[in-house]
């Protein structure tokens, strides 16, 4: 750990493809390409770590295809560190008919309903032919609304894949990470118990899971900081799929280390565009004759380029460069969002950080 | 004029946002952006001027919107040439309804179906406030299969325009050239008789018009061997809208200095490639597992990172990087093509360089 203000931590993370500062935020490359941009784009934006789908890329073009080509790395040609999911959560929201069992999860593609069974074992092997740095375990991704005894009966088995997943790839057998994953729901104790059992498994990261699933802000926070601090301090802190730019300053504040979330590329492609005065749609009229940088304060190559007003050209004429122009600056904000908390972080500055982007953002 | 070998010519053509080496290949950027790429990937790819399309950027953004942003190049962030064709290729191919007169052209737009007339003068206008460095006068394409009488007729009506386009802006008047449109169809006499016309009128270069528009190769290549060597040596020589590699390379050796084409951005779009093996279509399975480089003998960004089962993928998940990839390979390829074409007619080898695309490429 190079510093901590209050629970926030500014420390290092390392992997088999280099060191990464965190807090770290990852950007999503579901299909094994970052939506519009190449690994080149990446680089100059300074991204350090990305996201890579198991559910998607098993199915297309198949992990094993993917092992013949030398991993994931080599075959989207980006050489820094690649997390992968589990794939439980597009099983659970993207495919068709499941089924859930103790061994594993039955369920149909989403793109030619194939049938498929995702088992512990199984998903730690996907990961394994995809070759990543960081493996998550398979877990269930409780649905929102979810009661108790569902939760808790639901917990136990995550803590089960979560030991499967474990025992499938021992501790130092190989270079990959693996992280554990605490589920709970919005029950605190449940909470509280995922995590204690899943500390009783030897793994490199522990990560929670089943947020920013529908329920209301203060419920997320609620579980945010109740659960963040009951994660060993001295492992990295993954909140999965989470989120907006205060949601990663907030998680932050609460300890966690590495966010990773498709918000930043989705807008980027919807014409919502984060800016250092907030959130702006760039298909809005009045931004048809401004002339003015998206966000003076940024540097990214579409700031540096090009006005609003042709930005709002391109996204009304559903051009290509349209998502390009905006997923790149999108994903600087959100990478400037992280290395400026870390240097407030060891600067002690990080709640008059927060404070600003209370400021700005109101979720 | 650099060099000649037979009627290839390797020339320079000089515009106020600099010189051009000629042959030279112009990406087509309809909508104020070469759909996909980025002014820096066209810098990259070495393209030395672009085209813009006047009806597109006329009914949106609005030529008047560009105006008052400083102009197109500024508006896209190009600082290198820009051509501007008159828009009256589109208004017949693209636009519903539309009524020719001596005046002009009425039409209605394939956007919002509102009316708009376009006049030489008009369209003169538009390409001033576009403030491309060179404007295309109007002209009307005749449709293939017109008949001997309808052509003769409207290759007058074609002068008419190109003289009132002229004269809304007399040579000398200002830094944008303006270049004539020969027509006549198929008619070898009428061809003669439209370019005849034209050099009564003082342009900066001349264009042929008219192909590539549903004829037979052999049909195009009657017409371009017979006419390009009517169009004036001094000056530059432009075929419009063509075509494929080897239609560049034999409107070369006819004598043809600027080529302007879809083809290799829309085919990049459609998973069809082309390579110095002849055309790929990535999407074919035997590429599925393909390790090897697109083209080894090209040195693209795409051919430098990427393998044929990569492009394969993308394309298959209907990736936006899919797009991308492949039209910067296929505009390298291009724009590969006129520089290697204008060495070889240096070095006094363009035939042999042109029996090399024969042997690949059987259109």
Known sequence: MHGTDGSARAGELYTAHGTIPTPIFMPVGTQGTVKALCPEDLTQLGARIILGNTYHLYLRPGDEMIARRGGLHRFMGWDRPILTDSGGFQVFSLSGLRKLTEDGVAFSSHIDGSKHLFTPEKVVSIQRNLGSDIMMVLDECVPYGADYDYTKKSLGLTTRWAARCRAAYPQGSGTQLMFGIGQGGFFKDLRQESIRQLLDIPFDGYALGGLSVGETKPEMMDILYHSAPLLPGEKPR??????TPLDIVRGIDAGIDMFDCVL???????????????????K???????DATLDPQCTCYTCRNFSRAYLRHLYQAKELLSYRLNTIHNLAYFLRVVTDARQAILDGTFQSFKARFEAVYDT
């Open 284 to 290: 809005r009229a009045e931004y048809t004759e401004d």
């Open 238 to 243: 993954y909140l999965m799929g989470v989120g």
């Open 264 to 282: 930043p590329s989705r807008n980027a492609r919807n014409g919502t565009l984060f800016t250092s005065h907030g959130k702006v749609n760039i």
